[in-house]
């Protein structure tokens, strides 16, 4: 199985060298659709049986061509809430895991648990490919952006349509928070949230990479000037048949279909809407510009910006040493976070 974040995945790699089982409920459902109404009393029933609050429980939903997208569900124990649905950055897995990593920085599950002690519920996802999801996708050339789009509003959707739930936000991380954006124009939202989102088309963003690359040294002069040509002719959207073997990784046939409909997409156009939008940027993300969170807020008629001092890419704050020992803890999502999620969901819902 070729995972679908592999563009992303490799490219990266060549510049930067107690779940419990929800059962099946009623009607199976229908694709880009949550729970049919017939029933619905029974399943809200059967669901919160199912879905006790404090521990995650796996949901999931039909995207199609007998394709299952898995998910972990987490609520507080009464009442009606607010929900989080948690889009993941590229290569990892719905807790923010990389798969075959022996490091576990678990941000969303993180970003879950702290959402939970402010009363709102999550629902934090595999993409196609990932996880739980990695059967979601037969062939790389047949994944597109917009597959993920879809399956995005496949997911509000479903949790639209769960017991006790009220407001429904979008959070999308890194490459995701476009998705988000997107997904909100299929399907209305009561909030996007944009977690170190960049206000810069992917094309930019990795002809900057391949400039930086090829500065350092990792890169050389012949290798820098084909990767830029090839990088070109399909933000034109061009195919390039039988690229160099040495750029292969990032520019195979099977994956240039997925980077043309990624290129040209214009993250500060897709967030011209009048959905409420926050904009969340860590102060130490050292992949994005101070100013990134502004620029992205230009296209929204309704965003707040929160800038996260001392957070990185995952909005985390490193741990100082204890003790004599120097002991270091693994960094943990800032408290920061949920508080402005919280916040802002309390002014739009």
Not at 261 to 272: K, R
Not at 283 to 289: E, F, I
Not at 305 to 332: C, N, R
Request: glycine share 8%; with cysteine.
């Amino acid at each position: 199985m070729i995972r679908p974040s592999a563009a992303s995945a490799a490219l990266s790699a060549l510049l930067l060298a107690s779940a419990a089982y929800a059962q099946t409920v009623g009607p199976a459902p229908v694709p880009g659709q949550g729970p049919t109404t017939a029933g619905k009393d029974a399943i809200d029933q059967r669901v919160d049986q199912l879905l006790g609050g404090s521990q995650d429980a796996m949901v999931a939903v039909d995207a199609g061509d007998d394709a299952l997208l898995y998910g972990s569900y987490r609520h507080p124990d009464t009442g009606k809430y607010s929900l989080v649905l948690i889009l993941p950055a590229a290569g990892v897995d719905r807790n923010g895991n990389e798969a075959g990593k022996d490091a576990k920085p678990d941000t969303y599950k993180q970003l879950a648990q702290a959402l939970m002690l402010k009363g709102i519920a999550s629902v934090r996802i595999d993409k196609r490919g990932i996880g739980g999801s990695a059967k979601a996708i037969d062939k790389e050339d047949d994944l597109r952006f917009e597959t993920y789009v879809d399956d995005a509003v496949t997911w509000i959707k479903f949790v639209q349509a769960l017991p006790h739930v009220g407001c429904v936000a979008v959070l999308g991380h890194s490459e995701s928070a476009l998705v988000a954006a997107l997904a909100a124009k299929k399907v209305k939202v009561c909030a996007i949230i944009e977690m170190s989102g960049s206000s810069r088309p992917a094309a930019a963003l990795l002809a900057d990479q391949l400039k930086t690359a090829s500065d350092a040294g990792r890169l050389d002069k012949d290798t820098y000037g084909q990767a830029t040509k090839i990088l070109n002719e399909l933000a034109a959207g061009k195919t390039v048949p039988d690229p160099p073997s040495k750029l292969s990784a990032m520019f195979r046939s099977s994956v240039q279909p997925y980077l043309i409909s990624w290129l040209a997409l214009n993250p500060v156009d897709a967030l011209n809407t009048s959905t409420p939008v926050l904009i969340l940027q860590g102060s130490g993300d050292r992949s994005l510009a101070p100013d990134e969170a502004r620029k992205l807020a230009a296209g929204a008629k309704a965003e707040r910006v929160v800038m996260i001092v001392g957070a990185d890419h995952d909005l985390k704050l490193a741990a100082a040493p204890t003790g004599k020992s120097g002991f270091v803890a693994e960094p943990q999502v800032s408290p920061q976070v949920a508080t402005a999620i919280a916040d802002f969901l309390d002014r739009v819902k």
